[in-house]
T-cell receptor, first 113, second 113 residues
């Protein structure tokens, strides 16, 4: 079993839809949770960063962390064609934390005009 | 635009060549990373430098040799690579290491013939 599970998709939605992306994980020591967006042939761009449990909102993006369920989510409101990309969840933490990120496999999102 | 700058953007080399990838950041970050990413896969950690000292080597073959000349610069020296080493090489930095909030460069796309 992988430490972080993420449905690779692809996920296709119409413009304006609400998108929900999710990851589950097995290591209860994880404390730092991130979502990255990666366009084709580009480096990952940090979208959201959350420490421990709770919600964080930034414009059209909301990140949720539920440590009791070992489940994190990213919601995109009013999705745009420019949101079409691969979304990677990542996490780190624990007593021997070195900053090493554990990534999910990435979900490919296509937003159709 | 990312604040982590990588050069060159593209590199083609033969198996007997010696080349280097370069990375620079001016965010005052004290941890720097090399990742390797194959198509449709998440990034894989190769090396971590923390306060200019190598802190993690993820059992990377010796044909990859990292160097951190100062807190702003990170190099990856390449020698006697194999075609399977062709990938996107990503540099990242974080404020201290250990908090997981990594910022990636755009990557250097390497092709080994």
């Amino acid at each position: 079993q992988k430490e972080v599970e993420q449905d690779p998709g692809p996920l296709s939605v119409p413009e304006g839809a609400i998108v929900s992306l999710n990851c589950t994980y097995s290591n209860s020591a994880f404390q730092y949770f991130m979502w990255y967006r990666q366009y084709s042939r580009k480096g990952p761009e940090l979208l959201m960063y959350t420490y421990s449990s709770g919600n964080k909102e930034d414009g059209r993006f909301t990140a949720q962390v539920d440590k009791s369920s070992k489940y994190i989510s990213l919601f995109i409101r009013d999705s745009q064609p420019s949101d079409s990309a691969t979304y990677l969840c990542a996490m780190s933490g624990g007593s021997s934390n070195t900053g090493k990120l554990i990534f999910g496999q990435g979900t490919t999102l296509q937003v159709k005009p | 635009d990312t604040e982590v700058t990588q050069t060159p953007k593209h590199l083609v080399m033969g198996m007997t060549n010696k080349k280097s990838l370069k990375c620079e950041q001016h965010m005052g970050h004290r941890a720097m990373y090399w990742y390797k990413q194959k198509a449709k896969k998440p990034p894989e950690l190769m090396f971590v430098y923390s306060y200019e000292k190598l802190s993690i080597n993820e059992s990377v073959p010796s044909r990859f040799s990292p160097e951190c000349p100062n807190s702003s610069l990170l190099n990856l020296h390449l020698h006697a690579l194999q075609p399977e080493d062709s990938a996107l090489y990503l540099c990242a930095s974080s404020q201290r290491g250990g908090d997981g909030e990594l910022f990636f460069g755009e990557g250097s796309r390497l092709t080994v013939l």
